[in-house]
């Protein structure tokens, strides 16, 4: 994930000479001339969450973990920046005070319903850190769980509507990835390749675990939901690929751990959804579609175990990683 105006930049704007600002948001002096970019609205909607987190304090109804967790998410986010104070005409914005689980719901709402519209290579961080919030809030306030799951499911299909209309307007479907290189082309099916045979494997190794757990217990349903999500993964994948596209030759799936018992099959329920996410990783760096797929991927891991905060970690530039 790069950040076209870099992160490391945003933070020490004002301090080493470099004159950054959130044109739109704060008021600047523009007699100076100052070499300031205009922000989009992705970049303006990091700085908003960034705002919000810096005002949220763990609070009495708020889950044990809350403040470990506001911290790592800050971190992934960034820190509030405003332009130097010589080019203001106005006090940066401020956010109201919250809780960690009002914070969670206000981000949730904030970044899902943006959804659609996210670029600026930030996608990664702001749905990881949505998706991270809603799950441990929601261990506290489970219908927060249910409002992000209603708006992730109505950005795809308005992104998937919005799809189809390109489509029929152009007069067909393009299997390229939009720069008309037979590289670029051949880099993208490689990155679906690489889903659709982790989610093949994730599914293979669901089927396996699933057996270990008692028949009406809450952990075979989930993993049987979740052999289902992954065979809409699958077909997905091979959608995007079309009718050559798709690799032929699977590779061999190993479990690990092999599931012999319930602790086994939760292990390596986690280990398939920390697959699922690393494969999933570069289709969200420049896609929002693939927020669906990476919520599924934390929604039917915190069913086997605490929720993960983040799935990614990021280094100081805000490049998006998959966690080992």
Do not use: H
Not at 51 to 64: C, H, N, Q, Y
Not at 166 to 186: P, V
Not at 217 to 242: K, V
Not at 280 to 289: I, M, Q, R, S, Y
């Amino acid at each position: 994930m790069r950040f076209p105006v870099s992160r490391r930049v945003l933070l020490t704007a004002g301090v080493g000479g470099v004159s950054l600002g959130l044109l739109t948001a704060c008021g600047l002096r523009i007699d100076s001339d100052p070499d300031i970019p205009t922000l989009d609205s992705t970049q303006q909607l990091r700085n908003r969450i960034a705002r919000i987190l810096d005002a949220t304090s763990p609070g009495s109804g708020d889950p044990a973990t809350a403040g470990e967790d506001l911290a790592d998410f800050t971190a992934a986010i960034g820190p509030v920046w405003a332009p130097p104070a010589e080019f203001a005409t106005e006090p940066p914005p401020t956010a109201e005070e919250r809780t960690f689980v009002e914070a969670a719901e206000v981000v949730l709402k904030a970044v899902f319903e943006a959804a659609p519209q996210l670029g600026s290579g930030l996608i990664p961080v702001l749905s990881d850190v949505a998706v991270g919030l809603t799950l441990t809030a929601g261990t506290k306030k489970p219908e927060l769980i249910t409002t992000a799951d209603d708006l992730i499911r109505t950005g795809r299909e308005d992104m998937a509507g919005a799809d189809n209309s390109s489509k029929d307007s152009s007069g067909g479907s393009d299997s390229s990835d939009g720069d008309g290189s037979d590289d670029g082309t051949q880099d993208r099916q490689a990155m679906f390749n690489a889903i659709l045979n982790q989610s093949r494997a994730a599914a293979y190794g669901y089927e396996r675990l699933a057996v270990n757990f008692e028949t009406k217990s809450p952990e075979r349903t989930r993993a049987l939901d979740r052999i289902e999500s992954l065979g809409s993964l699958s077909g997905e994948m091979l959608e995007l690929l079309g009718e050559d596209g798709a690799d032929p030759n699977a590779s061999a799936w190993k479990l690990d751990p092999t599931p012999v018992d319930a602790a086994s099959a939760k292990e390596l329920a986690l280990n398939l959804e920390d697959g699922v996410a690393a494969s999933v990783l570069p289709w969200l760096d420049g896609e929002p579609a693939a927020i669906l797929r990476l919520w599924e991927s934390a929604r039917a891991r915190s069913g086997f175990a605490a929720p993960q905060p983040l799935r990614f970690t990021y280094d100081d530039s805000g490049q998006a990683e998959a966690t080992k």
